[in-house]
């Protein structure tokens, strides 16, 4: 298969704190992104970095990407309660068309 | 307002039947995917469309089938012959579709209906 993982599986935090969670990934991607989603929705898209990028920033959002590990991380900062959701990274591999594949997700919970 | 709709957002079956779940979009899109949701699995791709009157198996299509006769349309059917049908189905279209020199078309972001909770009974 070549889905992704990510960890943690699940997350608490107080709010104000960041919270960190990350993606890894099987072979060469063509661009790796984060989708959110809200319990019982669809996903929203959140953030696409390129395979040639290393970081990327969005409001509190920041993603970074190591090709040379196969990992992706995303940093939510300054955490508040509506971030509660989880949080899936999906990778466009380079051998693969336009398929998209998905991790396991991460279950964000921010405590007020 | 642009977006993608999915019906019904609720659907029970019985074995033994099939049922449709529509999906449209006003996005314009081109590409258009199905995506099967269990808990603690993550998505994964049952059919994708790239254009019309063409479609893809994904990685679990066992079951499914789907047709694409128009660009705006992707019904998915799940059939007698899915074993374990119950599941949280997700609708999908593509924008940002480019071609690059070393990888060809390089898909862009997905939008997502919202979903369609299928449940046997």
């Known amino acids: 298969s070549q889905q992704g993982e990510e960890d943690p599986q699940a997350l608490s935090i107080q709010e104000g704190e960041n919270a960190t969670m990350n993606c890894s990934y099987k072979?060469?991607?063509?661009?790796l992104q984060w989708y959110r989603q809200n319990s019982g929705r669809g996903l929203v898209h959140l953030i696409l970095?390129?395979?040639?990028?290393r970081e990327k920033h969005s409001g509190r959002l920041r993603v970074t990407l190591d090709t040379s590990k196969k990992s992706s991380s995303l940093l939510i900062t300054a955490s508040r309660a509506a971030d509660t959701a989880s949080y899936f990274c999906a990778t466009a591999y380079t051998n693969t068309g336009n398929q998209f594949y998905f991790g396991t997700g991460t279950s964000l919970t921010v405590i007020p | 307002d642009g977006g993608i709709t999915q019906s019904p957002k609720y659907l029970f079956r019985k074995e033994g039947q099939n049922v449709t779940l529509s999906c449209e979009q006003n996005l314009n899109h081109d590409a258009m995917y199905w995506y099967r949701q269990d808990p603690g699995q993550g998505l994964r791709l049952i059919y994708y469309s790239q254009i019309v009157n063409d479609f893809q198996k994904g990685d679990i299509a066992e079951g499914y089938s789907v047709s694409r006769e128009k660009k705006e349309s992707f019904p998915l059917t799940v059939t007698s012959a899915q074993k374990n049908p119950t599941a949280f189905y997700l609708c999908?279209?593509?924008?940002?579709?480019?071609?690059?020199?070393?990888?060809?078309?390089?898909?862009?972001?997905?939008?997502f209906g919202e979903g369609s909770r299928l449940t046997v009974l």
């Open positions: 970095i390129r395979s040639n990028e």
């Open positions: 999908a279209s593509s924008s940002g579709m480019r071609f690059r020199k070393d990888s060809g078309i390089v898909p862009g972001e997905l939008f």
């Open positions: 072979t060469s991607i063509n661009n």
